[in-house]
């Protein structure tokens, strides 16, 4: 393992009403009386945000919001600010999943916004970017990154993108239990690290935290957590679960 902290992120998506995400939360903070030294956070569904974030006081588990809007408030009907997430608990927010991208038409441009307004209000936000099954195929892997991340950042400085966690997330590999094999994961973090390290200089490059996120499992964690460039995962359906979320933390 590298000397980066690594990061375990659990993306709820839209699955469990208050009272099951509270139970799990609950859960989740028993099974990690003693946590390992990896920084855990979860990303429940918005109503759910502020008793999670109850439930994890003390404990040093976090919260993320899975989505946020660019504008600080006004009238953008069912849209949640950056701050909305900070007063709920939240301390990092995903922007850009691919979700957010294939179904509800979210560009790069949009990710660039919510970017900048996430690290306005003080959230780290963990970017999302990967290719399609389509684009795999026509390896266009690394140009469909390079644009993600060009226009993700753009205009940024280093001193803010010092404060981002990118997560790559290969669309073909997302809740379906395809996985990315573990040296196609690497070869693709080895790409992004690099790709700071020519924006924004080596020492950020070095430090950057770069999660793999597709049908991670407690089954499949080790070996992509043993590759140099892979620092944390970003897991959907195997968080949902505390004892398995539990089993990826304590990889
Ligand atoms: C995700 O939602 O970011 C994700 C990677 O999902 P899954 O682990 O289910 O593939």
Redesign the pocket.
């Known amino acids: 393992m590298n000397a980066r902290k690594p990061i375990i992120a659990g ?1 709820w ?1 839209m699955y469990k009403t208050v009272t099951e995400s509270v139970t799990a939360a609950r859960r989740l903070r028993e099974l990690l009386a003693s946590p390992p030294p990896v920084e855990v956070i979860v990303a429940p569904p918005f109503v759910s945000i502020a008793p999670v974030a109850d439930a994890f006081q003390g404990s040093g588990l976090q919260v993320a919001g899975q989505n946020l809007f660019w504008e600080t408030e006004g009238a953008f009907t069912g849209e949640v600010s950056g701050d909305m997430l900070v007063s709920a608990g939240c301390s990092h927010v995903i922007v850009g ?1 691919s ?1 957010r991208r294939h179904l509800f038409g979210e560009t790069d441009a949009h990710v660039h916004k919510k970017v900048g307004a996430a690290l306005a209000c003080g959230l780290v936000p963990i970017m ?1 970017v990967g290719e399609t099954d389509a684009e795999r195929d026509q390896e266009q892997t690394f140009s469909v990154l390079d644009k993600q991340m060009g226009n993700g950042l753009h205009s940024l400085t280093a001193a803010q993108v010092e404060g981002l966690v990118i ?1 790559y ?1 290969p669309v073909w ?4 239990g395809n996985t990315a094999t573990d040296s196609q994961a690497q070869e693709v973090h080895a790409f992004l690290r690099a790709w700071i390290g020519k924006k924004f200089g080596d020492a950020l490059a070095n430090t950057i935290r770069i999660l793999y ?4 499992k407690p089954d499949n964690v080790r070996g992509l957590m043993a590759m140099p460039d892979i620092d944390g995962a ?6 949902l679960d505390p004892t398995s979320f539990e089993k990826l933390v304590c990889f």
Request: proline share 0%.
């Open positions: 993306n998506k999943h979700e999302c997560a997330e590999a997302i809740g379906t996120g597709g049908s991670v970003l897991v959907g359906g195997a968080s």
